[in-house]
């Protein structure tokens, strides 16, 4: 069973910036891609970012571009969000997933097969 493990979530201040961190138990379960979603308190979740475990292609939502990086370690079976600028509407539970499919976008939640526990990142104004 493969365990995402979401890390580096904190209260900042709004332009602050913040780095967080999902490690994988495994490599070999064959994902694809790693994304990053997020929940505000009231509101569904949102895809936030996503990256092919080659790197070879990255996704982001359009709230966060120029704001947020996405990027992976593959020698620790790791990806990271390297977020700045912060908002306080980029207040919420961030949780990191994993999806073993191959398409043409991983924004769509339903196609990711592990999920972290969640990472809570709050920004004050």
């Known amino acids: 069973q493969v365990q995402l493990v979401e890390s580096g979530g904190g209260l900042v201040q709004a332009g602050d910036s913040l780095r967080l961190s999902c490690a994988a138990s495994?490599?070999?379960?064959?994902?694809?891609?790693m994304g990053w979603f997020r929940q505000a308190p009231g509101k569904e979740r949102e895809f936030v970012a996503s990256s092919l475990w080659s790197g070879v292609a990255t996704e982001y939502t359009d709230s966060v571009k120029g704001r947020f990086t996405i990027s992976r370690d593959n020698a620790k079976n790791a990806v990271s969000l390297q977020m700045t600028k912060l908002k306080p509407e980029d207040t919420a539970v961030y949780y990191c997933?994993?999806?073993?499919?191959?398409?043409?976008?991983?924004?769509?939640?339903?196609?990711?097969?592990?999920w972290g526990q969640g990472t809570q990142v709050t920004v004050s104004s």
């Open positions: 495994e490599r070999t379960f064959s994902a694809s891609a």
């Open positions: 997933a994993a999806s073993s499919s191959y398409l043409s976008t991983y924004s769509d939640a339903s196609r990711y097969n592990y």
